[in-house]
Protein backbone atom coordinates (compact mmCIF):
# COMPACT_ATOMS: atom_id res chain seq x y z
CA UNK A 1 0.00 0.00 0.00
CA UNK A 2 1.31 3.97 -0.62
CA UNK A 3 2.30 5.99 2.21
CA UNK A 4 -0.25 8.13 1.08
CA UNK A 5 -3.04 5.73 1.34
CA UNK A 6 -1.59 3.92 4.44
CA UNK A 7 -1.96 7.34 6.18
CA UNK A 8 -5.26 7.81 5.41
CA UNK A 9 -6.25 4.17 6.57
CA UNK A 10 -4.32 5.00 9.97
CA UNK A 11 -6.09 8.02 10.49
CA UNK A 12 -9.54 6.38 10.32
CA UNK A 13 -8.43 3.91 12.06
CA UNK A 14 -7.37 5.71 14.90
CA UNK A 15 -10.55 7.71 14.88
CA UNK A 16 -10.57 10.28 12.21
CA UNK A 17 -9.61 14.17 11.79
CA UNK A 18 -7.66 16.22 14.63
CA UNK A 19 -9.80 18.73 16.20
CA UNK A 20 -8.55 22.26 15.18
CA UNK A 21 -6.50 23.67 18.37
CA UNK A 22 -7.93 25.13 21.16
CA UNK A 23 -6.02 28.13 23.12
CA UNK A 24 -3.27 26.71 24.94
CA UNK A 25 -4.45 28.65 28.34
CA UNK A 26 -0.50 27.49 29.38
CA UNK A 27 0.31 29.03 33.11
CA UNK A 28 3.59 28.60 35.27
CA UNK A 29 2.78 27.30 38.47
CA UNK A 30 5.98 26.70 40.25
CA UNK A 31 9.99 27.08 39.44
CA UNK A 32 12.61 25.04 41.35
CA UNK A 33 15.82 25.49 41.10
CA UNK A 34 17.93 21.92 39.76
CA UNK A 35 21.49 21.63 38.84
CA UNK A 36 22.35 23.40 35.89
CA UNK A 37 18.91 24.26 35.31
CA UNK A 38 15.46 25.00 36.46
CA UNK A 39 12.06 23.11 36.55
CA UNK A 40 8.76 25.03 35.89
CA UNK A 41 5.37 23.23 36.96
CA UNK A 42 3.39 24.18 33.75
CA UNK A 43 0.15 23.69 33.04
CA UNK A 44 -1.70 23.74 29.24
CA UNK A 45 -4.79 22.91 27.83
CA UNK A 46 -5.30 20.41 25.05
CA UNK A 47 -9.06 20.20 24.57
CA UNK A 48 -11.38 22.46 25.96
CA UNK A 49 -11.18 21.88 29.53
CA UNK A 50 -8.75 18.86 29.52
CA UNK A 51 -5.18 20.74 31.23
CA UNK A 52 -2.34 18.99 31.22
CA UNK A 53 0.13 19.25 33.64
CA UNK A 54 4.04 18.94 32.90
CA UNK A 55 7.28 19.59 33.86
CA UNK A 56 9.73 22.06 31.60
CA UNK A 57 13.39 21.37 32.35
CA UNK A 58 15.07 24.73 31.35
CA UNK A 59 18.76 25.11 30.95
CA UNK A 60 20.95 27.53 33.29
CA UNK A 61 21.75 30.55 30.54
CA UNK A 62 18.90 29.53 27.62
CA UNK A 63 16.61 32.49 27.37
CA UNK A 64 14.61 34.28 24.24
CA UNK A 65 18.45 35.89 23.57
CA UNK A 66 19.74 32.58 23.96
CA UNK A 67 17.60 29.90 22.35
CA UNK A 68 18.57 26.34 22.69
CA UNK A 69 16.90 22.74 20.69
CA UNK A 70 13.18 21.47 22.42
CA UNK A 71 12.76 17.80 23.43
CA UNK A 72 9.48 16.11 24.58
CA UNK A 73 10.33 13.18 26.35
CA UNK A 74 7.30 11.04 26.81
CA UNK A 75 7.38 8.83 29.75
CA UNK A 76 7.47 4.68 30.08
CA UNK A 77 4.27 2.90 31.33
CA UNK A 78 5.95 -0.13 33.46
CA UNK A 79 2.55 -0.50 35.11
CA UNK A 80 3.44 2.42 37.11
CA UNK A 81 0.19 4.63 36.73
CA UNK A 82 1.17 7.26 40.00
CA UNK A 83 4.52 7.59 37.86
CA UNK A 84 4.83 9.86 34.51
CA UNK A 85 6.34 13.05 34.09
CA UNK A 86 8.28 13.15 37.55
CA UNK A 87 10.78 10.09 36.09
CA UNK A 88 12.20 11.33 33.37
CA UNK A 89 12.79 14.83 34.93
CA UNK A 90 14.57 12.74 37.39
CA UNK A 91 12.08 13.34 40.88
CA UNK A 92 11.01 9.94 41.43
CA UNK A 93 11.30 6.20 40.27
CA UNK A 94 14.28 4.61 38.40
CA UNK A 95 17.39 6.71 37.85
CA UNK A 96 18.04 4.99 34.66
CA UNK A 97 15.23 6.47 32.98
CA UNK A 98 16.08 10.26 34.65
CA UNK A 99 16.69 11.14 30.66
CA UNK A 100 14.68 14.72 30.49
CA UNK A 101 17.07 15.87 33.31
CA UNK A 102 20.31 14.60 31.86
CA UNK A 103 19.54 16.44 28.65
CA UNK A 104 18.68 19.74 30.48
CA UNK A 105 21.66 19.48 31.69
CA UNK A 106 23.20 19.19 28.12
CA UNK A 107 21.92 22.62 26.96
CA UNK A 108 18.30 21.07 26.15
CA UNK A 109 14.79 22.47 27.04
CA UNK A 110 13.11 19.54 27.75
CA UNK A 111 9.11 19.33 28.16
CA UNK A 112 8.16 16.21 30.24
CA UNK A 113 3.90 15.92 30.62
CA UNK A 114 1.69 13.20 31.78
CA UNK A 115 -0.31 10.85 29.63
CA UNK A 116 -3.57 10.23 30.23
CA UNK A 117 -4.23 8.24 33.02
CA UNK A 118 -1.02 8.57 34.77
CA UNK A 119 0.50 10.51 38.01
CA UNK A 120 -1.95 13.78 37.72
CA UNK A 121 -3.85 13.02 34.79
CA UNK A 122 -5.22 9.83 37.06
CA UNK A 123 -6.79 12.74 39.81
CA UNK A 124 -10.63 13.03 39.57
CA UNK A 125 -11.46 9.62 37.95
CA UNK A 126 -13.50 7.04 40.28
CA UNK A 127 -11.34 4.51 38.45
CA UNK A 128 -6.90 4.10 38.74
CA UNK A 129 -4.54 1.99 37.91
CA UNK A 130 -5.23 -0.48 35.26
CA UNK A 131 -8.88 -0.02 35.55
CA UNK A 132 -8.97 3.45 34.42
CA UNK A 133 -7.10 2.24 31.82
CA UNK A 134 -9.08 -0.06 30.31
CA UNK A 135 -12.22 2.66 31.07
CA UNK A 136 -10.38 5.51 29.03
CA UNK A 137 -9.63 2.81 25.96
CA UNK A 138 -13.55 1.54 26.12
CA UNK A 139 -14.24 5.31 26.27
CA UNK A 140 -12.62 5.87 23.13
CA UNK A 141 -13.54 2.79 21.47
CA UNK A 142 -17.12 3.24 21.77
CA UNK A 143 -16.98 7.30 20.84
CA UNK A 144 -15.45 5.74 17.35
CA UNK A 145 -12.06 6.56 18.15
CA UNK A 146 -8.73 5.20 19.90
CA UNK A 147 -6.84 5.91 23.00
CA UNK A 148 -3.78 6.18 20.84
CA UNK A 149 -5.77 8.93 18.77
CA UNK A 150 -5.95 10.85 21.96
CA UNK A 151 -2.45 10.38 22.95
CA UNK A 152 -1.18 11.25 19.84
CA UNK A 153 -3.74 15.04 19.74
CA UNK A 154 -1.89 15.25 23.69
CA UNK A 155 1.34 15.08 22.28
CA UNK A 156 0.64 17.59 19.39
CA UNK A 157 -0.16 19.85 21.75
CA UNK A 158 3.01 19.20 23.76
CA UNK A 159 4.66 20.61 20.81
CA UNK A 160 2.16 23.82 20.76
CA UNK A 161 3.95 24.06 23.94
CA UNK A 162 7.26 23.39 23.61
CA UNK A 163 7.05 25.92 20.19
CA UNK A 164 5.15 28.91 22.29
CA UNK A 165 8.52 28.80 24.87
CA UNK A 166 10.59 31.65 24.05
CA UNK A 167 13.71 29.43 24.99
CA UNK A 168 13.15 27.22 22.41
CA UNK A 169 14.49 26.99 18.75
CA UNK A 170 11.25 26.02 16.83
CA UNK A 171 13.36 24.70 13.80
CA UNK A 172 15.37 22.22 16.40
CA UNK A 173 12.91 19.83 18.00
CA UNK A 174 13.24 16.24 18.99
CA UNK A 175 11.41 13.76 20.98
CA UNK A 176 12.38 10.32 22.62
CA UNK A 177 10.34 7.86 24.86
CA UNK A 178 11.56 4.70 26.54
CA UNK A 179 8.65 1.63 25.96
CA UNK A 180 5.36 3.42 26.18
CA UNK A 181 7.17 6.65 25.46
CA UNK A 182 8.95 4.77 22.45
CA UNK A 183 5.53 3.50 21.02
CA UNK A 184 4.03 7.36 21.83
CA UNK A 185 7.37 8.25 19.84
CA UNK A 186 6.80 6.21 16.72
CA UNK A 187 2.91 7.07 17.54
CA UNK A 188 3.24 11.06 17.08
CA UNK A 189 6.14 11.07 14.17
CA UNK A 190 3.69 10.36 10.99
CA UNK A 191 1.55 13.62 12.41
CA UNK A 192 4.14 16.04 13.82
CA UNK A 193 6.35 17.11 11.25
CA UNK A 194 7.69 19.71 13.37
CA UNK A 195 9.44 16.74 14.99
CA UNK A 196 13.18 16.77 13.42
CA UNK A 197 14.30 13.86 15.28
CA UNK A 198 12.49 11.03 17.02
CA UNK A 199 14.03 8.18 19.39
CA UNK A 200 12.04 5.25 20.32
CA UNK A 201 13.97 3.44 23.34
CA UNK A 202 13.08 -0.62 23.49
CA UNK A 203 9.16 -0.65 21.80
CA UNK A 204 7.99 -2.16 18.74
CA UNK A 205 5.27 -4.90 19.55
CA UNK A 206 4.34 -5.80 16.09
CA UNK A 207 0.58 -7.23 15.47
CA UNK A 208 2.08 -10.21 14.07
CA UNK A 209 3.96 -11.02 17.61
CA UNK A 210 1.48 -10.18 19.63
CA UNK A 211 -0.70 -12.49 17.69
CA UNK A 212 2.19 -15.34 17.69
CA UNK A 213 3.08 -15.45 21.04
CA UNK A 214 -0.12 -13.81 22.71
CA UNK A 215 1.32 -10.77 24.20
CA UNK A 216 -0.07 -8.76 26.85
CA UNK A 217 0.54 -4.93 25.76
CA UNK A 218 0.08 -1.60 27.31
CA UNK A 219 -3.29 0.07 24.99
CA UNK A 220 -1.98 2.66 23.04
CA UNK A 221 -0.51 -0.06 21.06
CA UNK A 222 -3.52 -1.37 19.49
CA UNK A 223 -5.43 0.43 17.15
CA UNK A 224 -8.80 -0.14 15.97
CA UNK A 225 -8.93 -2.37 12.21
CA UNK A 226 -5.49 -0.93 11.27
CA UNK A 227 -4.12 -4.94 10.85
CA UNK A 228 -6.02 -5.27 8.22
CA UNK A 229 -3.74 -2.55 6.70
CA UNK A 230 -0.61 -2.77 8.03
CA UNK A 231 1.57 -3.70 11.00
CA UNK A 232 3.25 -1.16 13.73
CA UNK A 233 6.54 -0.78 11.67
CA UNK A 234 4.05 0.39 8.76
CA UNK A 235 3.05 3.27 10.86
CA UNK A 236 6.96 3.98 11.58
CA UNK A 237 8.05 4.10 8.29
CA UNK A 238 5.40 7.26 7.78
CA UNK A 239 7.93 9.23 10.02
CA UNK A 240 10.11 8.96 6.80
CA UNK A 241 12.06 11.07 5.48
CA UNK A 242 12.28 12.54 9.07
CA UNK A 243 15.52 12.00 11.07
CA UNK A 244 14.47 8.64 13.61
CA UNK A 245 16.56 6.11 15.89
CA UNK A 246 15.48 2.99 17.37
CA UNK A 247 17.06 1.15 20.22
CA UNK A 248 16.28 -2.72 21.26
CA UNK A 249 17.51 -5.25 23.50
CA UNK A 250 17.41 -8.53 21.63
CA UNK A 251 16.21 -10.25 25.23
CA UNK A 252 13.68 -7.92 25.34
CA UNK A 253 10.09 -10.39 25.69
CA UNK A 254 7.82 -7.51 24.92
CA UNK A 255 9.61 -6.71 21.68
CA UNK A 256 10.34 -10.04 20.44
CA UNK A 257 13.55 -9.70 18.38
CA UNK A 258 12.66 -11.83 15.33
CA UNK A 259 9.66 -9.88 14.81
CA UNK A 260 11.55 -6.35 15.06
CA UNK A 261 14.20 -7.35 12.88
CA UNK A 262 11.26 -7.98 10.04
CA UNK A 263 9.71 -4.62 11.23
CA UNK A 264 12.88 -3.14 10.70
CA UNK A 265 13.21 -4.31 6.93
CA UNK A 266 9.87 -2.55 6.59
CA UNK A 267 10.96 0.96 7.94
CA UNK A 268 14.36 0.48 5.81
CA UNK A 269 12.34 0.20 2.59
CA UNK A 270 10.12 3.15 3.26
CA UNK A 271 13.19 5.34 4.28
CA UNK A 272 14.54 3.92 0.76
CA UNK A 273 11.82 4.67 -0.95
CA UNK A 274 11.61 8.19 0.55
CA UNK A 275 14.81 8.91 -0.42
CA UNK A 276 16.49 9.82 2.83
CA UNK A 277 17.95 5.57 3.92
CA UNK A 278 20.71 7.65 6.05
CA UNK A 279 18.20 9.01 8.06
CA UNK A 280 17.14 5.95 9.55
CA UNK A 281 19.39 3.98 12.03
CA UNK A 282 18.81 1.62 14.66
CA UNK A 283 21.15 -0.50 17.67
CA UNK A 284 20.16 -4.05 18.74
CA UNK A 285 22.25 -4.91 21.86
CA UNK A 286 22.67 -8.52 22.47
CA UNK A 287 22.24 -9.87 26.06
CA UNK A 288 19.88 -6.97 26.53
CA UNK A 289 16.07 -7.00 28.12
CA UNK A 290 13.89 -4.12 28.36
CA UNK A 291 16.46 -1.53 29.29
CA UNK A 292 18.33 1.87 28.44
CA UNK A 293 21.62 0.61 28.36
CA UNK A 294 24.76 2.75 28.47
CA UNK A 295 25.22 1.88 24.88
CA UNK A 296 21.53 2.84 23.88
CA UNK A 297 21.78 6.69 25.69
CA UNK A 298 25.25 7.34 24.39
CA UNK A 299 23.89 6.67 20.38
CA UNK A 300 20.59 8.64 21.55
CA UNK A 301 22.55 11.63 22.57
CA UNK A 302 24.41 11.58 19.64
CA UNK A 303 21.85 10.80 17.46
CA UNK A 304 20.15 14.25 18.90
CA UNK A 305 23.35 16.30 18.18
CA UNK A 306 23.95 15.58 15.38
CA UNK A 307 20.26 16.21 14.02
CA UNK A 308 19.10 19.02 16.35
CA UNK A 309 22.79 20.86 16.77
CA UNK A 310 23.21 23.75 19.73
CA UNK A 311 23.95 21.65 22.74
CA UNK A 312 26.87 20.14 24.31
CA UNK A 313 27.00 16.11 23.36
CA UNK A 314 27.67 14.66 26.71
CA UNK A 315 29.06 11.68 27.97
CA UNK A 316 26.63 11.18 31.39
CA UNK A 317 24.07 8.79 31.45
CA UNK A 318 20.56 9.83 32.88
CA UNK A 319 22.00 8.68 36.50
CA UNK A 320 24.70 11.72 36.06
Known amino acids: MKAADLR ?31 IEHVRYQVEPGDVVPALL ?33 GLAGDAMHHTAAALARQGYV ?13 KGYRHSGGNLERLLFLRYVVSGRSLAWKNILDMRRAVDYLVSRAEVNAEAL ?11 AWLVGPWEPRLRAIVGNCCLPTYAAIEDQQLLHCLPNFIP ?16 PRALHLNFGAADDGSPIDFVRQGLQTIEAAYQAAGAPQNFTHYIEAGSGHVLSHEMWRRTQEFFAWHLGGAGLGRQGPTG
Open 8 to 38: QRLLASLGGDWPAPCPLQAQVDRVDAADGYR
Open 57 to 89: LVPDGVADTRQAPGICVWHQHAGQWHLGKSEPA
Open 110 to 122: VLCPDALGFEDRE
Open 174 to 184: GCYGHSMGSTH
Open 225 to 240: GLYSYGDTPDIVGLIA
